[in-house]
T-cell receptor
Framework: EAQVTQNPRYLITVTGKKLTVTCSQN?????MSWYRQDPGLGLRQIYY???????DKGDVPEGYKVSRKEKRNFPLILESPSPNQTSLYFC?????????????FGPGTRLTVT | AQSVAQPEDQVNVAEGNPLTVKCTYS??????LFWYVQYPNRGLQFLLK??????LVKGSYGFEAEFNKSQTSFHLKKPSALVSDSALYFC????????????FGKGTMLLVSP
């Protein structure tokens, strides 16, 4: 089944404790992206990757890191989480960037930073 | 900068009645336009998209959307609403030229009453 998977689905952590949210897709997509969803703000892009070893900042990159060592994986790293990073996070993928292709979304990771 | 406006936070409709969820956009040049739906505790699912050609686009679950270039709108419609259509709907836009991020609106909650 074609899908985007994220782990964990739920995470409660404390300020400053490094964490990684994994994202994997099995559709051989070149483009992958991370979004955060906050009430009243819709989805905002954090980082994106156009292919292996090619990443770039989205609209709200502060406090986040990403890497793209393999085509299927695109982990999101919070090196020192803060309470304002409490949010619902989505990973997405599609065939190419800047194109008409729709994005496929993972199920989301709900992160709470206390 | 490109943007999407969904002027209604919530739309209420009775089952069996037609529904409209409004979306207007701003983008440089011609757009690619998308609608996504988010059910509770789920990721976003693609509904339909406008690329080119016929201004009336048909998508999943009986939804359709009409592209109006002069009004820069892409309203989502369905002739007869179902209770199961109750969800959060997002409109998104991407410019055609070069690389462009996918910009989302803030979302509209659709509530269909029995």
């Amino acid at each position: 089944e074609a899908q985007v998977t994220q782990n964990p689905r739920y995470l409660i952590t404390v300020t400053g404790k490094k964490l990684t949210v994994t994202c994997s897709q099995n559709m051989n997509h070149e483009y992958m992206s991370w979004y955060r969803q906050d009430p009243g703000l819709g989805l905002r892009q954090i980082y994106y990757s156009m292919n292996v070893e090619v990443t770039d900042k989205g609209d709200v990159p502060e406090g986040y890191k990403v890497s793209r060592k393999e085509k299927r994986n695109f982990p999101l790293i919070l090196e020192s989480p803060s309470p304002n990073q409490t949010s619902l996070y989505f990973c997405a993928s599609s065939f190419t960037s800047g194109s008409s292709y729709e994005q496929y979304f993972g199920p989301g990771t709900r992160l709470t930073v206390t | 900068a490109q943007s999407v406006a969904q002027p209604e936070d919530q739309v209420n409709v009775a089952e069996g009645n037609p529904l409209t969820v409004k979306c207007t956009y701003s983008v440089s040049g011609n757009p690619y336009l998308f609608w996504y739906v988010q059910y509770p505790n789920r990721g976003l699912q693609f509904l339909l998209k406008y690329i080119t050609g016929d201004n009336l686009v048909k998508g999943s679950y009986g939804f359709e959307a009409e592209f109006n270039k002069s009004q820069t709108s892409f309203h989502l419609k369905k002739p007869s609403a179902l209770v199961s259509d109750s969800a959060l709907y997002f409109c998104a836009v991407r410019a055609r030229s070069g690389y462009s991020t996918l910009t989302f609106g803030k979302g509209t909650m659709l509530l269909v009453s029995p």
